[in-house]
């Protein structure tokens, strides 16, 4: 199968500290990649490196057998960081029609609705996020996961707070998505819910 | 387009669950401009004379009081690294944000100012130019604070020190906003004024979204 995303010899440095250096990989269709490493290995950078939020040294990225260009590369790519990205007084309904407005995607009610209660927060749609939990405000997240079309899902930590019903749900979503062609860049300190995928040590 | 509408109803709506945020620096700009006519007296030729220039630096100040705020929540719970790697441009994104921002701290004061330029004894005409030279000039106060508040993004006492960097950058703008104001008192022809304003507007709509998002992208790395 042909590589839709291809990873070539890329380096960061943080000040003079060389994080990495000469990461190469590639991701076909249905495939996943498991970044791993201590704390401060810097997968985290990796995965911003990844996505284009910051420059890298050296080496290059390509999506689709083209250099990833912003227009393109981002209409295909969901990336879920460290922060919550939700606003805490707006509702879970609104944070996701509002982003999906942002990103130029006409999204239903029905279908942001949907997909609420698919992660379990039915009966939570219509409070402010403020008076979630920790994990629950995650979970207005990774409801993005459901109402956004993307090809390539980067996520940092995603398991993060995450009680172990979710977790497998999330494996789930992971699972339908590698099904249907997708591909997943991971970072993640425990053992995930999935078929074993590709391994890259920091 | 529909990116930028987006942009400017999710920020009105922001402002609208939380309504302090907007409401203490129209209250600002009211009490600024009042205090001048209890200070200084009840002289009316004396108020006629500093209304234009007291008028207007109120209103400078307080949009630079709304300004830290323009992108600091959203930086801070990572929205704005989604707004970075949305399908839709990101300078479209920020100028959404940059019109939302003049319509909650900029139009307000427009329309307030008619009002408070009754205490500085200004008379019918007068104060309609005092209006429209903040019509055309509080967007550009907004334009260009956005990107003293792009470059501070994340920097420790960010405040003070945008203030520092933006308060220079508005002088242009004062100096033609006021001297409209003062021209129209003294009977002379106020054109001049507000062309080199709206010039002004014209060139800062088109650079500043650009500048901005550029200033944006250094403080996301």
């Known amino acids: ?202 | 387009m529909n990116a930028l509408l987006a942009t400017v109803r999710r920020d009105l709506l922001l402002a609208l669950r939380r309504k302090s945020e907007v409401l203490t620096t129209l209250f600002f700009f009211v009490i600024v401009a009042s205090l001048f006519p209890l200070g200084v007296g009840p002289e009316s030729a004396l108020l006629k004379k500093i209304a234009p220039g007291v008028l207007w630096v109120a209103a400078l100040l307080s949009t630079l009081l709304g300004l830290p705020r323009l992108f600091a929540a959203d930086h801070l719970d990572g929205t704005l690294e989604q707004m970075a790697l949305s399908p839709s441009p990101l300078a479209l994104l920020i100028a959404g944000k940059i019109l939302a921002h003049w319509l909650l701290c900029g139009l307000p004061l427009v329309l307030l100012a008619p009002l408070l330029g009754l205490q500085f004894a200004l008379e019918g005409q007068t104060l309609f130019i005092l209006s429209l030279s903040l019509l055309l000039g509080t967007p550009l106060l907004s334009l260009i604070g956005a990107m003293g508040a792009a470059l501070t993004l994340g920097v420790r006492g960010g405040g003070v020190l945008l203030a520092l960097l933006v308060l220079p950058l508005y002088i242009p703008t004062l100096i033609f906003g006021a001297g409209a104001v003062e021209a129209q008192s003294a009977g002379l022809g106020v054109e001049g004024h507000l062309s080199l304003l709206a010039a002004l507007l014209a060139l800062a709509v088109f650079f500043a979204p650009w500048a901005t998002t550029a200033a944006l992208r250094i403080a996301l790395e």
């Not at chain 1, 960061?12 to 290995?41: I, K, M, P, T």
């Not at chain 1, 080496?59 to 606003?87: M, N, Q, T």
Request: glycine share 10%.
């Open chain 1, 1 to 202: 199968m042909p590589a839709m995303l291809k990873v070539s010899r890329l380096a960061c440095s943080r000040g003079d500290r060389q994080l990495f250096a000469d990461v190469s990989f590639s991701l076909a269709a249905g495939e996943w990649l498991h970044v791993q490493g201590e704390n401060g290995a810097g997968k985290t950078s990796l995965l911003r490196l990844l996505v284009g939020l910051s420059p890298a040294d050296a080496g290059e990225i390509y999506w689709r057998g083209v250099a990833a260009s912003e227009a393109d590369f981002h209409r295909d790519l969901l990336y879920l960081g460290h922060h919550a990205a939700v606003k805490d007084d707006l509702t879970p309904l609104e944070n996701l029609c509002l982003s999906a407005a942002l990103d130029g995607i006409h999204l239903h009610e029905e279908a942001a609705l949907a997909a609420l209660v698919r992660l379990g927060l039915r009966g939570r749609e219509a409070l402010p996020v403020r008076v979630l939990s920790a994990g629950q405000k995650r979970r207005v997240l990774l409801a993005r996961l459901l109402t956004r079309p993307a090809a390539l899902w980067v996520l940092d930590e995603a398991f993060n707070a995450l009680d172990s019903g979710a977790v497998q749900l999330l494996g789930e979503l992971l699972g339908e998505h590698l099904a249907k062609g997708g591909l997943a860049v991971l970072t993640s300190h425990q053992p995930l819910p999935l078929p074993a995928g590709k391994r890259l040590m920091l």
